[in-house]
């Protein structure tokens, strides 16, 4: 079965420095996808940023990068010149495709303070 | 364009009471999907659905029924709310595509 886990429930960082988020998951499919999810304290869920796995290049979205190591199982987000509003929960969430359908399988999740 | 919308966004409940939670999309999307999030847990799928007229049980769906007799609607319900269900319930849709789930704004729900 597939699972993802995030091993950091709470990380804290200083306001204009990086930190990384870390994800492992558990699959046995060749081709798929991973995201990160946001949700501030507002409870939105905000999608922050996705990868393919089919693709070694790692994905980039303004300050929010990832680490994609598909060997290794692991997809950590890298958040850079750290502001306040960053802070929130951040999930790291895998898709789930059996039988043509999609589903999401989600991990617990990290809560990130960011420090003025 | 409004999205995914949850209705109610706050309810408590009495043990033994039941309930209905809306989603309503307006994005033509296939794919609907009911989730919870308690602490420490993350999000755990109830019940989904790939299309008007057919649902599917999730990871948690004890306790719950769902219904899409409208392609744009995804109803949850509670019969009989039993304080374990005390928790955030998300609504989110997906086309075909690759682009991530829209979510809804979210229900906290209370069982006292």
Redesign the interface.
């Known amino acids: 079965a597939q699972t993802v886990t995030q091993s950091q429930p709470e990380m804290s960082v200083q306001e204009a420095e990086t930190v990384t988020l870390s994800c492992t998951y558990d699959t046995s499919e060749s081709d798929y996808y991973l995201f990160w999810y946001k949700q501030p304290p507002s409870r939105q869920m905000i999608l922050v940023i996705r990868q393919e796995a089919y693709k070694q290049q790692n994905a980039t979205e303004n300050r929010f990068s990832v680490n994609f190591q598909k060997a290794a199982k692991s997809f950590s987000l890298k958040i850079s010149d750290s502001q306040l509003g960053d802070a929130a929960m951040y999930f790291c969430a895998y898709r789930v495709t059996t039988s043509g359908t999609y589903k999401y399988i989600f991990g617990t999740g990290t809560r990130l303070k960011v420090l003025a | 364009n409004a999205g995914v919308t949850q209705t109610p966004k706050f309810r408590v409940l009495k043990t033994g009471q039941s309930m209905t939670l809306l989603c309503a999309q307006d994005m033509n999307h296939e794919?609907m999907?009911w989730?919870r999030q308690d602490p420490?847990?993350?999000?755990?799928?109830i019940h989904?659905s790939?299309g008007e007229g057919t649902t599917?049980k999730?990871e948690v769906p004890d306790g719950y029924n769902v219904s899409r007799l409208k392609k744009q609607n995804f109803l949850l319900g509670l019969e009989s709310a039993a304080p374990s269900q005390t928790s955030?319930y998300?609504c989110?849709s997906?086309s075909?595509s690759?682009?991530?789930?829209t979510?809804g704004?979210?229900t906290?729900l209370t069982v006292v």
Request: hydrophobic share 40%; no cysteine; charged share 10%.
């Open positions: 794919y999907y989730y420490g847990m993350g999000l755990r799928l989904y790939v599917a999730g955030v998300f989110a997906n075909l690759n682009y991530g789930y979510f704004s979210g906290r």
